[in-house]
């Protein structure tokens, strides 16, 4: 299997396959952060996003036998969170008062938020911050399938090759999706903002 000396995901699904603990240890190392960055933007909630992130290495270790060779592993593990994702949202909103209430109490996961050295008046860093919270706002009342496309393109920087193997469509899916989520963030922000 020359490709897998070069491609550690790989190498180390073969390992994984064949049982070396290891090899899952490296697999979170290496994927750990950007699942729960993306986790963390798709739910707003920092325990969930943790939670969804070693959930879905769990999933990874189970079905680790039954995985082909030449699986690619980034678009696998974005799939699996993507999918917990929404089944936790599916629960929250089901169950409203079990976790809400600690949303706001929760920071951005690390390497999430932007950081300014620049001294700024505070009435344009209000401007910001509102734009922003209408941003958020209106990426989470996305449908699942545009909310992934948006954040896997926007926020993890995939191209939509990539994001068409996490989402199961083609690339001009992918691009259809996007051109779709785009147009209901500017209808939603353009009413947000004009209040």
């Known amino acids: 299997m020359p490709e897998a000396e070069h491609d550690p995901d790989l ?3 073969s390992d994984l396959r064949r049982g070396d603990p290891a090899a899952l240890r490296r697999v979170m190392d290496r994927w750990a952060t950007r699942l729960h960055a993306f986790a963390w ?3 707003q909630h920092n325990t969930d996003a943790h939670e969804i ?3 879905t290495f769990v999933r990874l270790h189970r079905a680790a036998p039954r995985l082909r060779d030449d699986t690619r592993l980034g678009a696998w593990l974005f799939t699996a969170t993507a999918n917990l994702c929404r089944n936790r ?3 929250r909103r089901r169950h409203p008062g079990d976790s809400w209430e600690e949303m706001t109490e929760l920071g951005e996961p690390a390497g999430t938020q932007p950081i300014s050295t620049q001294p700024h008046d505070p009435a344009v860093a209000a401007e910001r911050d509102d734009r922003a919270d ?3 706002s209106a990426i989470d009342q996305l449908p699942h399938r545009l909310k992934s496309v948006v954040l896997l393109h926007h926020f993890d920087g995939l191209s939509y090759i990539e994001i068409g193997e996490i989402v199961g469509c083609s690339p001009r899916g992918v691009e259809t999706r996007l051109y779709r989520a785009r147009q209901k963030l500017r ?3 353009t009413a947000r903002l004009s209040d």
């Open 53 to 55: 992130a070693m959930e």
């Open 187 to 189: 209808e939603r922000l």
């Open 41 to 43: 933007r798709y739910l």
């Open 11 to 13: 190498a180390d699904l």
């Open 89 to 91: 949202l599916r629960w």
């Open 134 to 136: 209408a941003l958020v």
